[in-house]
């Protein structure tokens, strides 16, 4: 397609390429915009957010001053919503033969983006409680063993204990359902799943 050819509108009313671009940005501004009002979600702000539509309508990588130019903000602010990006693994720094700056491109995956933030919250939440729970049952036994203690007090540890100890059953399902969405096992799933809606909604349109 020669993209030099002036666009034609269902009216006939011609568009040079800078004006069909530019009408172009204006429908990709309604998906950038709705990802940067639910971004919130996980912990990025709205800017941040921006910066990830920017780079996911963007053909190639990109860098930081293009980022800048493009954003109108500074290398700082940029810098800042792209190692947020990265550490939430909806961005990748990727390299160019010849290009000396880092470059980024957008996980376009959305799929992959759940995963990627869901499975490291949970591997946090798995880390921090059970080192808790394994501390806490410690300082249980320890008062168990080391003091004479009331039988009202006993049985209120004892309570507790047990009560923590059936906590940690959740924590193994967490560390299940992370083997599971890392392994790709629980997406193949609900692709199957989503497939047959999919039938079954066409089957009804006809």
């Known amino acids: 397609m020669n993209h030099e050819n002036p666009a034609v509108s269902a009216s006939g009313e011609s568009l040079d390429e800078p004006a069909a671009m530019e009408k172009l940005d204006e429908v990709r501004s309604l998906v950038v915009n709705s990802i940067a009002q639910t971004m919130d979600h996980y912990g990025v702000s709205a800017t941040t957010a921006l910066l990830y539509g920017l780079m996911y309508f963007h053909d190639d990588p990109i860098t930081l001053d293009e980022m800048c130019t493009k954003m ?80 009202s007090v006993r049985r209120r540890i004892e309570k507790d204990r047990t009560k923590i100890e059936e906590s ?39």
Request: proline content about 2%; hydrophobic content about 30%.
């Open 72 to 151: 109108g903000m500074s290398k700082g602010s940029m810098s800042t919503g792209v190692r947020k990006l990265l550490e939430n693994r909806m961005v990748h720094r990727t390299f160019r033969p010849g290009e000396r700056k880092d470059l980024y491109r957008a996980e376009e995956d959305f799929y992959k983006n759940f995963i990627n933030f869901f499975c490291r919250k949970w591997e946090d939440e798995i880390t921090i409680n059970m080192k808790a729970i394994e501390e806490a049952q410690a300082a249980y036994d320890d008062l168990l063993q080391s003091y004479e203690l009331p039988l």
């Open 168 to 206: 940690k059953e959740y924590y193994w399902f967490l560390e299940r359902l992370i083997d599971r969405c890392e392994s790709g096992e629980l997406l193949r799933w609900l692709s199957e799943d989503t497939d047959s809606e999919r039938r079954r909604r066409q089957g009804r349109g006809r």
